[in-house]
Structures are given as structure tokens and as C-alpha cells.
């Protein structure tokens, strides 16, 4: 499965409605990673092929959504967007972690699969 470009819009149907909610509430099923991109991002162009194929290999247990920070300024501005790329790793159940600069895909999948897809073993 691709990654899929979010607007503002289908952030707040799909992730978040920041304006209705104070307190942190996931709108999605399963976990998911936002990347806050640029067109002209040197480092984000370097992720981006990454993030590609992390949706292919995690496809069913994980969402990868994009937003363009130059399209979507009221987005980026609601999280305080200052460099790019940003990612946010949002787990199914718990608080949304927020992480600055290019990272390497050992990195990304040391993250989805310790905090966002946990393989549960059925005792």
C-alpha cells in the first residue's frame, strides 16, 4: 500500500481533530506515521523511498500518511512544525511521539515494530 497524502482536512477525520479535542485522541485503527514533508526537502526526498517501503512491508498493521508542510500550514503549524522532515509515530493506544531530521530505515523500524506494531503472542 502507498503512503497517502493527508490535507488538513483528513487529518482530522483520520488522526485527530485538534480543533475539537484537547486531550490527545487517535481516530485510526491501527498505528500510524506522519511524515511532514517539503517538495524542495533534500533530506525528505531521502526518506521518502523509505517510508515507501516500510507501508509495503508493514501493509495491514501500519498507516503511512504524508503531509506537505508548504500545502498544509495550518497542519504543520498545529504541531509546530519548524524543520523538515518531521515524523510523528502515533501507537494505536497511547500518546503520539514526535521526531525531527532524516532517519535511516534500521531506525524507523526499531521504532515501529518497539512502540507501533508489538507482535502479541497468544499465551
Known sequence: M????????????KVFDYENNKEWKYEGELPAIIDFYADWCGPCKMVAPILEELSDEYDGKLLIYKVDTEAEQELAGAFAIQSIPSILFIPADAQPMMQKGALP??????????HLVKETTEG
Open 2 to 13: 502507498p503512503t497517502i497524502k493527508l490535507t488538513t482536512a483528513d487529518f482530522k477525520k
Open 105 to 114: 530505515k534500521h531506525v524507523l523500524k526499531q521504532v515501529i515494530d518497539e
